[in-house]
T-cell receptor, first 118, second 113 residues
């Protein structure tokens, strides 16, 4: 079974600086998708960025980028120029690319709370 | 599109009462998921549907919980009778493509007193 691990329960960063959140996963599959979700205090779960395992190029969305290391099974999220609005819980998630009903589930990490210091 | 719509946003009820949570998925999405989130257990998948058919309900904690999806645009999660340990935020999410992740609703915060 696949697992997702976020080893940092909490991280803090000074506003305007860069922070990296860690995520590792365990799978025997070669094709899958990885996601980062953000949950601010409003509790809305928001998709931040996604990565297809078959793509070597790291995904980027404005100030958010990932460092995807397939061999190491690592998927870290880098937030550049941190803003107060980035303060939230960040969840890493895995989804198999194999087409079966059971693979439509997301496997979640426990989350990392990001604090932005003004 | 208005996104995934959940109602109510907050619900406070007394122990033993029936609670019904509602969800309208994004039009065209054929997967619908119900999650529960607590501080102790994090995000738990309760049940999910494909084309209105329940696929996996192994996460439903006990018989007091039931979920239905009578059509493609509506789903309910019912707890009867409710207990204080059911207090949590309940999320509904929908998905179309496997590679696009889920779109979540804003959640229902349930408090059972």
């Amino acid at each position: 079974a696949q697992t997702v691990t976020q080893s940092q329960p909490e991280m803090s960063v000074q506003e305007a600086e860069t922070v990296t959140l860690s995520c590792t996963y365990d799978t025997s599959e070669s094709d899958y998708y990885l996601f980062w979700y953000k949950q601010p205090p409003s509790r809305q779960m928001i998709l931040v960025i996604r990565q297809e395992a078959y793509k070597q190029q790291n995904a980027t969305e404005n100030r958010f980028s990932v460092n995807f290391q397939k061999a190491a099974k690592s998927f870290s999220l880098k937030i550049s120029d941190s803003q107060l609005g980035d303060a939230a819980m960040y969840f890493c998630a895995y989804r198999s690319a194999t087409s079966s009903h059971s693979n439509y589930q997301l496997i979640w990490g426990a989350g990392t709370k990001l604090i932005i210091k003004p | 599109d208005a996104g995934v719509i959940q109602s109510p946003r907050h619900e406070v009820t007394e122990m033993g009462q029936e609670v019904t949570l509602r969800c309208k998925p994004i039009s065209g999405h054929d997967y619908l998921f119900w999650y529960r989130q607590t501080m102790m257990r994090g995000l738990e998948l309760l049940i999910y549907f494909n084309n209105n058919v329940p696929i996996d309900d192994s996460g439903m904690p006990e018989d007091r919980f039931s979920a239905k999806m009578p059509n493609a645009s509506f789903s309910t999660l019912k707890i009867q009778p409710s207990e204080p340990r059911d207090s949590a935020v309940y999320f509904c999410a929908s998905s179309l493509r496997q590679d696009y992740g889920y779109t979540f609703g804003s959640g229902t915060r349930l408090t059972v007193v």
